[in-house]
């Protein structure tokens, strides 16, 4: 066996079991649901390009590389990639359509739609704060770990719902809610670094962890932080516990998943309840 093909196998075996669709075609490992919302995860010989619908994509020292597809992302994509000796190969990428859940509700005093103009400073500089803490590509490996659950509970909320407040639409649920007891532990999914550690007033008490490859793991709402801005985590290490600041209506961890701007499903990478 080849031993570009004995790396590939090991790599494979390290990805989420989740993850149920992994293929090898020839010299490409490829993992991830082949849905809307979902983060793949893949392996090519190293100077080897990639490009997804004519993008190129960035590839690490060991030929990893990482993309994803939004809530709404068109389902026929192509992936391309050239090897170090000009040979060109192609895979056609189908995903499947989502069905999302809508929620209507009526009847809302209008403080309970939209935020008073008092906080809207505060909105804008949590926002800046947040996208700052989810800025650059780092060349890191976390991201290539089996994901797992970062708390232990029911799944309350998932990504992709929306609800209709008094007619009007909002921005739609991108995280998966895991509802627990206050005081509940919160462990890293997966090893990376922590960027953000901070009380914000949406969210209340937020920690952002960089896994790697610009993907970046969000834990909402906590009752307390047990990290600070710069430590390095390892799988399974205790970020906080869960609570209800900011905007909650009750005690749970809100987990959000982001490959750059774009934000995916965590619940796709983590073993199915």
Request: a positive charge; charged letters at 20%; hydrophobic letters at 40%.
């Amino acid at each position: 066996m080849r031993l570009a093909a004995i790396v590939f196998l090991l790599v494979a075996a390290i990805f989420s079991p989740r993850d149920a669709h992994a293929s090898n075609a020839g010299d490409l490992v490829l993992n991830g649901q082949f849905t809307q919302g979902s983060l793949f995860r893949g392996q090519v010989p190293p100077d080897t390009q990639v490009r997804l619908d004519g993008k190129l994509l960035q590839i690490n020292s060991q030929g990893k590389f990482v993309f994803g597809f939004a809530r709404e992302a068109a389902l026929k994509h192509t992936l391309t990639w050239t090897l170090a000796d000009g040979s060109e190969h192609q895979r056609e990428i189908t995903l499947s359509k989502r069905d999302y859940q809508i929620q209507r509700i009526d009847g809302l005093k209008p403080s309970m739609v939209s935020p008073p103009s008092s906080v809207l400073k505060r909105i804008r500089d949590d926002s800046v704060r947040v996208a700052n803490a989810r800025a650059g590509v780092r060349d890191f490996d976390g991201v290539f770990t089996g994901f797992i659950w970062p708390a232990e509970g029911p799944i309350t909320g998932v990504y992709g719902s929306q609800r209709v407040l008094n007619g009007t639409p909002k921005t739609p649920h991108y995280g998966v809610d895991v509802g627990a007891p206050t005081g509940t532990s919160v462990v890293s999914p997966a090893p990376g670094k922590v960027t953000l550690a901070s009380d914000l007033y949406y969210s209340g008490n937020t920690i952002i962890v960089d896994h790697g490859m610009g993907a970046f793991s969000t834990f909402l709402h906590l009752n307390s932080m047990a990290v600070s801005v710069g430590d390095e985590l390892s799988q399974g290490q205790k970020i906080g516990e869960i609570g209800a600041t900011g905007r909650a209506t009750g005690p749970h961890l809100d987990w959000r998943l982001n490959l750059g701007k774009m934000r995916l499903d965590p619940a796709l990478l983590v073993p199915r309840r």
